[in-house]
């Protein structure tokens, strides 16, 4: 029992718990992906963290608390990915679902909405993919880890020419 008393046992419970909650109030509120947070996100996302610290070691800032603490995040999160591979309604769960947002051309506004993310910032990804116009976008998707996926009446003409290629080449064998 004497285990149980342990502080450094404090220190990794109370970090589990404050990741799981982190995971959760993200996943529940609503996510992006790192490279395109605001200014918004990530002045949030510095202040959350500080926010836990001492939640997660319990005031106990020698070397040793903030390794364990640190230690059992890293344990905790190759754990939940393990999981995530091995049970994928675990993984979808946590992550959530592919949201489609552009469907030929059109603008599923519904879909943003659900996305949290503002029809300026599609507009802005379709133009990264080199796409001039929302008209041409055959399917813009926001993937689970937040990119922004776009499939253009001209990706769908040069992947067909690709495939011809690669026929003729396969056939020359």
């Given at each position: 029992m004497e285990f149980l008393h342990n502080a450094y046992l404090h220190i990794v419970l109370s970090s589990i718990a404050v990741y799981l909650f982190i995971i959760l109030a993200i996943r529940l509120f609503g996510k992006k992906?790192?490279?395109?947070?605001?200014?918004?996100?990530?002045?949030?996302?510095?202040?959350?963290?500080?926010?836990?610290q001492n939640a997660m070691v319990l005031g106990n800032e020698t070397l040793f608390g903030g390794?364990?603490?640190?230690l059992s995040l890293f344990v905790l999160n190759y754990i939940l990915k393990?999981?995530?591979?091995?049970?994928?309604?675990?993984?979808?769960?946590?992550?959530?679902?592919?949201?489609?947002?552009v469907y030929h051309g059109k603008i599923i506004p519904s879909h943003l909405r659900m996305a949290g993310i503002s029809e300026d910032e599609v507009m802005q990804a379709i133009r990264e993919h080199g796409v001039a116009s929302i008209s041409e976008v055959d399917l813009a998707v926001i993937e689970v880890d937040g990119n922004i996926s776009v499939l253009s009446n001209d990706f769908k003409k040069r992947s067909h020419r690709r495939r011809k290629a690669h026929k003729v080449l396969a056939t020359q064998s």
């Open positions: 992906e790192l490279s395109q947070l605001s200014v918004f996100d990530l002045v949030f996302i510095l202040l959350i963290s500080n926010a836990v390794l364990a603490a640190a393990k999981l995530q591979l091995k049970f994928p309604k675990f993984g979808k769960f946590v992550q959530g679902d592919a949201v489609m947002l």
